[in-house]
């Protein structure tokens, strides 16, 4: 069994949860590590990693992130990026046990419309197409170090053209508004100040189409879990014993 943390009590019996990762777009996992690090061991922290080698649409994704949900612990699910949609579907599915969504960067349609009209070339665009210093300007910015460049550069050479080239489709392609005005759990979202990948708007769209959602604003580019892991870390932590309560 995975060990989980006591994030408070009710009633006075203890509560634990375990949060449920996502991975934005390259779908390893990896990229969480410096996030999970910042919790300390005694947090369950369930990251879902999706195959490297396979062009999936949404909806495959999905059916892979629902495998690995709790079937009796308590938990909030978090979606990175990429993932959000995916957290938002599963969230408005109200599954037993699900206390809270975190969105992290991330986005109900597109976040970027003007890509529709790009479509096409993704059947021939390869992922290294875009060299490694322009991941890390878009990526990490200003918060660029070398640990984290070399994570990056090894996860992204993980994942296939094919892979990477569909789930760019996939986020051109989405729109889970209606579901995210379903969910029925609290909810956190998560901006970097400094996204280059995920604009202002698109965040305030997901706060729009969901009253309630709390925003919360950090100093952070497009790898906000990765640049800034403590200061992530406490927000979900603070938000989980928050979501069980209600």
């Known amino acids: 069994m995975p060990s989980t943390k006591d994030f408070g009590s009710i009633s006075g019996q203890a509560q ?18 410096p996030f999970i690090s910042a919790f300390g ?7 879902v990693a999706y195959p490297t080698d396979r062009a999936l649409d949404y909806a495959e994704h999905e059916a892979i992130a629902r495998a690995a949900l709790p079937s009796e612990t308590p938990y909030v ?15 408005a599915s109200a599954p037993e ?21 790009l479509r096409p070339l ?12 322009a991941l890390n300007l878009l990526l990490l910015g200003r918060f ?11 996860t992204v050479r993980m994942v296939s053209a094919a892979t ?23 909810c956190m979202y998560l901006r970097a ?18 009253p309630g959602l709390k925003m919360i604003d950090v100093q952070a580019p497009h790898g906000l879990l990765q640049t800034v892991p403590e200061v992530a870390a406490k927000l979900v932590m603070d938000f989980a014993r928050s979501a069980i309560r209600v």
């Open 16 to 33: 634990r949860i375990t949060l449920v990762l996502l991975p934005g777009m390259d779908g390893t996992g990896l990229m969480f590590d």
């Open 41 to 47: 061991p005694d947090v369950d922290c369930r990251v």
């Open 77 to 91: 699910i978090l979606g990175e990026s990429f993932s959000g949609p995916i957290a938002i579907r599963i969230a």
């Open 97 to 117: 046990n699900l206390r809270g969504l975190v969105l992290c960067c991330s986005f109900a349609r597109s976040p970027q419309p003007l890509l529709a009209c």
């Open 122 to 133: 993704t059947h021939v665009l390869k992922s290294g197409a875009l060299p490694m210093w």
């Open 144 to 154: 660029s170090t070398a640990p984290l460049r070399s994570a990056l550069s090894t």
């Open 164 to 186: 990477m080239m569909s789930r760019m489709r996939s986020v051109i392609d989405v729109d889970v508004s209606t579901e995210l005005s379903a969910i029925d759990v609290p």
């Open 193 to 210: 100040t400094e996204d280059r990948l995920v604009p202002e708007a698109a965040a305030r769209l997901v706060q729009k189409l969901r």
